[in-house]
Every structure is written in C-alpha cells, then in structure tokens.
C-alpha cells in the first residue's frame, strides 16, 4: 500500500452533511482491503471528531493520511477553543446545544471513545485559535 | 434469527434493503442516543431507535450495524431512506413503543448486547 492523502472540509452546525467525510473516507479504507475491525475503530473516532467540528465549533478541516503501518488522522477547527480538555475528556461533560441533543449527541461520551479507539490521540487547544486532534491507528 | 423474521415479530414495514432480508442478526441495541451506540463493539447488531435523522444512518455506516428498525411510528424522510439504501442498510418502520418491540424481540430470544 503506498502512502494516500485526503482532505475534507467540515461545515459548523450542519448535521445533514455531518459524517459524509466520514463516509467518503470509510469507502477509501474498504477500497484498500483494511481489515473492517480496525476500518470500524478508524470511522468511529473520525465520525465522532466531524461531529464534534459540526457540532461545537465555526467549522475546520480533515487531513488523513494513509501509509502501509497506519493511518493518521488530523481534524483541526477554527475556535473557539476548549478551555479545560481534561474536564472535556471526561465522560458526561458536554456543552451540547439543544440541537446537537436533538440530534442523538451530547452525552459527553464522544472524546473517550476516540481514545478507546485509537493508538495515539492528541489533543491540543487554544481558545479564540482553534482546537487540533491528532490520532492515530496501527495498521 | 433473519432480518424477516424480526419484520414479522414486530408487524413492521420494510421502507428499503428488500434484498437483504436474510442477514443474520444476533444482538440488539434500543437507543436514542448515538453518543451511546457509537460505543458499541458488536458485529450482527440492530439498532431499534426513535431517533429518525440523517446521523441516525451515518451512525449505522460507522458502526457496521446492518438494519435499522424505526419504532413509536417514527417515520423516514426520503433522504434518509436514499442514505440507507446507498450502505446497503435494511431499514423497518414499526408502530410499536420501543419497549414493546424490545420485548417481543427479547421474547423470541434475540439477545441484549450487555
Ligand atoms: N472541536 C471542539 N471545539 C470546541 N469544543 C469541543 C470540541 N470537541 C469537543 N469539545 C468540547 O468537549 C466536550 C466533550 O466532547 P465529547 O465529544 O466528549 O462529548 P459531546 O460532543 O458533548 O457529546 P457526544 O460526543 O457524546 O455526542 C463538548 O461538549 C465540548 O464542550
Ligand atoms: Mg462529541
């Protein structure tokens, strides 16, 4: 497998195309005959990061990179900012909208699963800049 | 058990994946919360849920989850009927409460998944 690049732009508060580089990305993997478990731990932590973009900040980007070890992943937003990440990591903590509940999220679940999910995650934030996660998955 | 069977036990309506009323199904989840199943490591899994939006099928799509019931009569919208049939999911529509159609399920053996 030789080394891909993609790169997705994410819209804030638009949850009817939440999830399609997601999509998009998940039809890359399947494409390169990755085994669907580790396909499946790759889409999970990436849909949750989209969302999380879609849902809590003014919108960003995706860069995914594939190489034949593992694919990496990079979501990185406009702001604002996370002003406590290791309250945000906690499981329950969500500054939701009511509209991100009613679309099905805002359990504060989102963060701890992609690290469940994933060999390396980082995250780093600076508010009123942005917020950048980093995450890893061996392949 | 076969996704038939379940249209059958719930007195469903299949809205789309006609095609692949024989998948095996082993596991359920009932959830409105897609924080919640996003967690979930289970293959041959269905998700029973009120929730009827577009994330409710892109969630399915991460987590490989095969068939889709829609219940408490909730309904779906043209976009997420294309969205299903686009991944190949098997998406049901049944006029049961969620406990109701956990119920008659659980009853004819379908296992929770914890
Ligand atoms: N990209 C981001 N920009 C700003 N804040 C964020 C961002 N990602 C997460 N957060 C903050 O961290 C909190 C926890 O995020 P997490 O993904 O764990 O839960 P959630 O998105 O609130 O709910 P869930 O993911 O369970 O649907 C969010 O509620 C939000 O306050
Ligand atoms: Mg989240």
């Known amino acids: 497998m030789k080394k891909l690049f993609f790169e997705y732009s994410v819209e804030a508060g638009n949850f009817t195309k939440a999830g399609d580089a997601s999509s998009n990305f998940k039809k890359v993997l399947k494409q390169l005959n990755v085994d669907p478990q580790v396909i499946k731990r790759i889409v999970v932590a990436l849909y949750e990061g989209e969302v999380n973009i879609v849902a809590h900040s003014v919108g960003g980007n995706i860069f995914c990179n594939i190489d034949p070890k593992s694919v990496n992943l990079i979501l990185k937003d406009d702001g604002p900012g996370i002003p406590d990440i290791n309250k945000a990591m906690q499981v329950g903590f969500s500054t939701a909208s009511a509209k991100v509940r009613e679309m099905g999220f805002g359990a504060g679940m989102g963060l701890v699963n992609m690290k469940n999910n994933v060999d390396f995650l980082k995250i780093e934030s600076e508010m009123g800049k942005g917020t950048k996660v980093e995450l890893t998955v061996n392949l | ?114």
């Open chain 2, 1 to 114: 058990m076969i996704i038939s069977d379940i249209v059958e036990i719930l007195k469903a309506d299949v809205i789309c994946g006609h095609e692949y009323l024989n998948r095996e199904v082993k596991n359920v989840v009932a959830s409105d919360l897609m924080s919640d199943v996003l967690t979930i490591n289970s293959d041959q899994l269905l998700l029973l849920t009120g929730l009827s939006n577009i994330q409710t099928i892109r969630t399915a799509e991460m987590s490989d989850i095969q068939c889709v019931v829609l219940v408490r009569n909730k309904k779906a919208s043209p976009e997420i009927i294309d969205l299903a049939e686009e991944n190949g999911i098997v998406l049901i529509e049944c006029e049961h409460s969620t406990y109701k159609s956990c119920g008659l399920l659980f009853q004819e053996g379908l296992k929770s998944i914890y």
